[in-house]
């Protein structure tokens, strides 16, 4: 009978065993309930565009699916707390092209500035190097990077002068007789050029100075004409910028030109001994007109009908008559200028 009592009052202490359990559960599932549905709100900035999105979790991959944002394998982003209010900045991953020195580099970026994004893959952009941008240009999708390394230097360095080959005419010769007066030999040009380099490639060289550290020797050759001509003309053998005296001695000229020809002497009225350039007159002494040929100008002189063969003489007199085309040669006697009398003669300028 005690057995029958106790079992009853045990049955009534239940119904207070499971309120005891079931309570405790029903408030914890209560603030659960309230944690996992309260809204959230996100900003998400994507780039230029901002838009915002209200979820029941408070989750950033949730909001980005539930704003429709699709995020690319490399694309990344960064959330921010606020004031109720959460910020989401989106980093798109940007394909950046970079030339550097002629290879190309292709990398990825999120923003930064150029000198980052170079100092990032060890690529140099000081001293020599050039960068086509700014370095705190911000990176964007496709952007493009040129990188040259220029470099400016001075350099000095010697050139061969190659000789030529000069044919004069020789009377004295049998017509197909040649005979070699001296061998040819390369001379030596030095020169100094700025030059610069761009990408190890040289781009610019600009001579500066230049000087001739060996002369060349041209080869010339005499060779025969078998014109008959009055020995004591000594006619020269003229070739190409070069002439060779009867006496074998070289002489190189760079212009030619023809005159009208007088003579005169010391013995003259008006003249003596003295030029106008204070030099003594002798055999070679010229009286020119300044402004056509300037005082101290070399000229080897030869009569256009072959009789006379002047020489070699030098610019240092004047004369009243004597202008333009005219010249005036010095001779030693009255007798000897009548010889000559007035004749047409082609001047050799003696370089």
């Given at each position: ?9 045990e ?49 950033p991959?949730f ?34 092209t970079?030339n550097?020195c002629?290879?190309?580099?292709s ?41 040259d ?22 009377p ?20 100094t050029a ?5 990408n ?16 060349q ?13 009055d ?9 190409d ?35 106008a350039t ?10 020119v ?13 030869v ?8 020489g ?40």
């Open positions: 009978m005690q057995a029958i009592k106790a079992f009853f009052a049955k009534k202490k239940l119904p207070i065993y499971i309120a005891a359990i079931v309570l405790p559960l029903l408030i914890l599932l209560a603030i659960l309930a309230a944690g996992v549905f309260q809204k959230t709100t996100y900003v998400i900035t994507d780039g230029d565009r901002s838009q915002v999105v209200t979820v029941l979790v408070k989750s991959r909001a980005l699916s539930k704003a429709g944002v699709v995020l690319g394998s490399e694309d990344r982003y960064t959330t921010q707390p606020g004031d109720g209010i959460w910020k989401i900045t989106l980093q798109r991953n940007q394909e950046v970079v550097y002629g290879d190309l580099i990398t990825g970026s999120y923003g930064e500035p150029v000198g980052d994004l170079l100092n990032r893959l060890d690529i140099p952009c000081d001293g020599n190097f050039i960068v086509s941008l700014p370095l705190d240009t911000e990176t964007y999708d496709g952007m493009e990077i040129k990188v390394c220029v470099v400016q230097m001075q350099q000095t360095y010697t050139e061969e002068i190659p000789f030529k080959t000069i044919v004069c005419d020789d004295t010769l049998a017509v197909g007789q040649e005979q070699v007066l001296t061998e040819g030999t390369n001379g030596q040009m030095v020169k700025d030059v610069v380099y761009v190890y490639l040289q781009t610019s060289h600009e001579v500066t100075s230049e000087y001739v550290a060996v002369q020797q041209d080869r010339i050759i005499l060779r025969g004409t078998g014109e008959k001509e020995p004591q003309s000594q006619k020269p053998a003229i070739g910028g070069v002439l060779v005296t009867a006496a074998g001695e070289i002489l190189t000229f760079d212009r030619v030109e023809q005159f009208r020809a007088t003579a005169y002497s010391h013995n003259d009225p008006g003249c003596n001994m003295i030029t204070g030099t003594t007159v002798r055999i070679g002494t010229v009286a007109d300044p402004k056509v040929i300037p005082y101290g100008t070399q000229m080897f002189i009569s256009n009908d072959g009789k006379y063969v002047y070699v003489a030098t610019a240092e007199d004047c004369g009243g008559g004597i202008k333009g085309d005219r010249l005036d040669l010095y001779f030693p006697s009255r007798e000897a200028c009548f010889q000559f009398g007035r004749r047409n003669c082609t001047v050799y300028f003696l370089s």
